[in-house]
């Protein structure tokens, strides 16, 4: 007969484990473990103590069959971290004499699970302990003194789960437990160079996602994605690639197995690229590692300058912008501002505006110019164009004619005021405006170009200037008597007077200051006169004077007034 070897007995599903130092398995290691399992360990240490796991073996079902990690004796207790796939830490330290560990697994698919040790640290009295390196990730600091700072990085492509530093306290513990490293579902990435991980990377991916890159590079620059690692459930999980915002037609959509060639993307003057990944509810596999940098793209060609304007920028690439302004008297037709766009061929946002001298035009202002229409080019015939200039007041208006050009029979009349009502400087025809000056008596000009139905010629171009008006000498006001109103002293403005009580007005109660070379009022100052005798009707109060009063009356005179109040009313 043969010796039975005795049979080991399978690894328990928890515990509470309270010896210095010890292994842990997964149940039915070295085989497979079981499918929905729930198992918690327990490891207590003495007071004072905090424990430390090594992980030697670590691979279970990815998303789905995980392993936390908890800092403390219950579920409650501050999660140090959840594990699943391959990607673990190369140890982990509790910060209490307690920790937890609740091993989960779904209803399908199963791997080979866990082996791990634990032990009892004796905190150092000068110092905390080495406090690891996340996977996929580099330490920064390597002093680990009180008050030692230890900060952390990721690779490319992964995320810091805590940027927050750690710090060696006075008890000799870190005050918080080591991040990790992880490949993120979609995120927002600026820079000129980046990784791209599928979520979970290089474990296989969850199911039922829906992630989205959007890639920002520099102003003119285009993206290129490399791939390095390619590898999705054919026809059920998709990568797509857009340079414009949409999915609904992506730049290119991937799947299967098939290392894609590189893509160039983000031409359309945005200087983004977007990237999304989307997995259905079953299956998956390694995902993507892409690589991702910037490019030069193609500028625009540089378009010509429209006449009678000026162009302003000097760069012509994707994004770039140029602006258009006309010459004085000319008015923009389009788009003053055009952009480079991108895409495959390389188009300006707009077409060139153009500069267009106009029939009339209104204008403010203390300097400008007048055209014709379609000034150099021949006007029309048959038109009737209206121009205003209207500068500050107090000033007036000074127009001269840099070109007139005009047919038999087509004129241009030159008002001194805001309408054609007012005072007419002017009829001119043929060449007459040249070397004319005319100047207004106000702040307003008004011109009118009438052509005939015959004949043509290249029209004007009347620049025109302001200038201080000259005013009448100010009046001055009549002895015992006032001012009721003043237009300022300008040609065409008023003054108007009246008498104190007692005195009658003699002369013109307005003053108009007239326009021509010497300014001058239209009629003498009114006097104010206590004169011998009247007749005062209806005014409520009032007073009568001797005539000539404050002067001595003269003799021989027989001065009767009548004063005549409202009915019903007694003086």
Known sequence: KTASLPSIPPAPCGGHLTSPSGTILSPGWPGFYKDALSCAWVIEAQPGYPIKITF????????????????????????????HGTQVPQFLISTSNYLYLLFSTDKSHSDIGFQLRYETITLQSDHCLDPGIPVNGQRHGNDFYVGALVTFS???????????????????????????????CGGFIQGSSGTILSPGFPDFYPNNLNCTWIIETSHGKG?????????????????????????????????????????????????????????????????????????????CEEPEVPAYSIRKGLQFGVGDTLTFSCFPGYRLEGTARITCLGGRRRLWSSPLPRCVAECGNSVTGTQGTLLSPNFPVNYSNNHECIYSIQTQPGKGIQLKARAFELSEGDVLKVYDGNNNSARLLGVFSRSEMMGVTLNSTSSSLWLDFITDAENTSKGFELQFSSFELIKCEDPGTPQFGYKVHDGGHFAGSSVSFSCDPGYSLRGSEELLCLSGERRTWD???????????????????????SPGYPAPYEHNLNCIWTIEADAGCTI
Not at 524 to 545: D, F, I, M, N, R
């Open 523 to 545: 009629r003498p100052l009114p006097t104010c006169v206590a004169e011998c005798g009247g007749t005062v009707k209806g005014e409520v109060s009032g007073q009568v004077l």
């Open 56 to 83: 030697d073996r670590f691979k279970t079902e990815v998303n789905y069959d995980t392993l936390e990690v908890r800092d403390g004796r219950t579920y409650s207790a501050p999660l140090i971290g959840v594990y």
């Open 154 to 184: 990721c690779d490319s492509g992964y995320t810091l789960s805590d940027g927050e530093p750690l710090e060696c306290e006075p008890n000799f513990q870190w005050s918080r437990a080591l991040p990790s490293c992880e490949a993120l």
């Open 223 to 299: 993206v290129f994605f490399t791939f390095h690692t390619f590898h999705l459930e054919s026809g059920h999980d998709y990568l797509l690639i857009t340079e414009n915002g949409s999915f609904a037609q992506p730049l290119r959509q991937l799947t299967g197995s098939r290392l894609p060639a590189p893509v160039s993307a983000g031409l359309y003057g945005n200087f983004t690229a977007q990237v999304r990944f989307v997995s259905d509810f079953s299956m998956s596999y390694e995902g993507f590692n892409i690589t991702f940098s910037e490019y030069d793209l193609e500028p």
